[in-house]
């Protein structure tokens, strides 16, 4: 739980989550009570609303440098490299994805870091997992370096948890679609491009197949997900690092369906890449009724509610003229 004195160091905050997970937390526990970090320079909401270090979680002298300046009691350790850009340097998403991890784990022990958020993902199941309604405790056998990374990060968690007493929670995340930050090289990407190029050009090609069917969410559950999750009971709680949450699954065919009902005109075509191979071997659906269970889970948004959503905030932006997209 945290207190309202307890400082908070967000890793990544300049990515998809982290840049909407800010300003959330700020909200809450004060602006500058939230610590923003990236490798990168983020856009100026972030820099101007509070502190910002910038910082590499791989160089674990620095990172212990942040935690004692601001005395950080709280993580939420969103820096990462996602699927698809992780096939293209598994490497780097190792050294990332798992030092970094272990450097944010090693430095809360010993500076007395209480709790640590860090996300898992869908991608931690494989071609041998049920791939329907799949289950909390199953078979993960992952088939990208990035799912091998949350793989061994949700175990190295637990085994804080286990060993030094240490509160590290995360979720497994499924495709998470929003309209601030773009997603940087993940597979479920193409959920969020498709509503900006349908805005923008009226037509999308799509890298997945259309019948490729993934488990996803919209952001404002994203953010639901990670509060409610870092407030529950701690006794409360059997899983630790892994738990599974989803709030609605569709294909990408469905997905351009449901922007039609808006903009009749939106045409799109489907030309496979490799994420098609990624997205074959993830699960069509997760069962989440652990996270029910366990700490109150419950979505707010289903595929009609975000589209209308999505459509209607991106559609204003586009017609200020400040609708910011590098088709990739
Ligand atoms: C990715 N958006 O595509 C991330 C996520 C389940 C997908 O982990 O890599």
Sequence with gaps: MTSEADTILVTGAAGQIGSELVPALRNIFG?????????????????????????????????????????????????????ANGEKNPQKAWDVNINGFYNVLEASRELGVKQIFCPS??????????????????????????????????????????????????????????????????????????????????????????????????????????ITLMEADFARLQHHSNFNVTAMSFSAEELAAEIKKHLPEFEIKYEPDFRQTIADSWPESIDDSAARKEWGWQPDYDLGRMTEDMLRILKERHRLGKLNYDKK
């Design 31 to 83: 602006p500058g009570k939230v610590i923003a970090s990236d490798i990168i320079q983020p856009e100026k909401q972030l820099t101007e609303t509070g502190p910002f270090e910038k910082l590499d979680v791989t160089n674990r002298q620095a990172l212990g440098q942040v935690i004692s300046k601001y005395h950080i009691k709280v993580i939420y350790h969103l820096a990462a490299i996602l699927s």
């Design 121 to 226: 993902s869908i991608a931690v199941f494989g071609p041998l997992t049920p791939r329907i309604k799949t289950p909390q405790d199953t078979i993960l056998s992952p088939t990208t370096m990035y799912g091998v990374t949350k793989v061994a990060g949700e175990n190295l968690g637990d085994y804080y948890v286990r060993k030094y007493g240490l509160d590290v929670r995360g979720c497994r995340f499924p495709g998470i679609i929003s309209h601030e930050a773009l997603p940087g090289g993940g597979t479920t990407d193409y959920a969020v491009a498709i509503f900006y190029e349908a805005v923008i050009y009226n037509k999308y090609t799509c890298f997945l197949k259309p019948e490729t069917r993934l488990p996803m969410m919209y952001m404002p559950d994203c953010l639901k997900s990670i």
